[in-house]
């Protein structure tokens, strides 16, 4: 039987987009990325000012109001689907400047227009702390649960790895 309620993590922004796209109740982290934050529907109109005709694709990251005035809202995979498949010229990409780099190499003969932005945060992320940490938790770093719903949880991870192999 299909949730009614659901809790959603990391972002804020993403929750409120996935209940508007799902009718879902969605409880939210109140988590966002600064990288999305930053881009305001005012940044949209000024992009489609500076470059008539350019299609803006944003992950669902950037806040509702941002994603009802963007050409195409959706994770990296949809943005790369798009424009591959896409006779338009310019682009601009609301996400990491890493994105941006990768569809410039990959596209040569499209233009990626506007800016990019690093966050600073993931760049704090490194796999061996992430070893460290799964290794040798700290107390801090240690969550505990219940029995129920550990077992709640790994229903619903199993159930997220199954979809991702349709």
């Given at each position: ?5 659901l809790?959603?993590l990391?972002d ?5 987009n ?5 009718k879902k109740k969605?409880?939210?982290w109140k988590?966002?990325?600064i ?5 305001t529907?005012e ?28 050409d195409m809202?959706?994770?990296t995979?949809?943005?790369?689907n ?9 682009f601009m ?5 890493g994105?941006?780099?990768?569809m ?6 499209k ?6 932005a690093?966050?600073?945060f993931?760049?704090?992320i ?29 229903k619903?991870?199993?159930k ?7």
């Open positions: 039987m299909p949730q009614e309620e809790i959603f990391p804020e922004f993403m929750a409120k996935v209940q508007k796209m799902t969605i409880i939210g988590g966002r990325c990288v999305h934050e930053e881009f529907p940044t949209v109109e000024q992009v489609r000012h500076d470059y008539p005709g350019v299609k803006i694709l944003a992950h669902t990251e950037c806040s509702p109001a941002v994603i009802a005035k963007v809202a959706g994770g995979q949809d943005m790369i798009y424009i591959q498949n896409s006779n338009d010229e310019q990409l609301v996400t990491e400047c994105m941006v780099d990768r410039k190499a990959e596209h040569q003969e233009k990626m227009v506007g800016t990019c690093l966050c600073p993931m760049k704090k490194m796999l061996k702390d992430i070893l460290a940490c799964l290794k040798n938790p700290t107390d801090e770093q240690r969550v505990e649960l219940p029995k129920e719903v550990l077992a709640g949880a790994k619903s991870l199993e997220m790895i199954e979809l991702t192999e349709l």
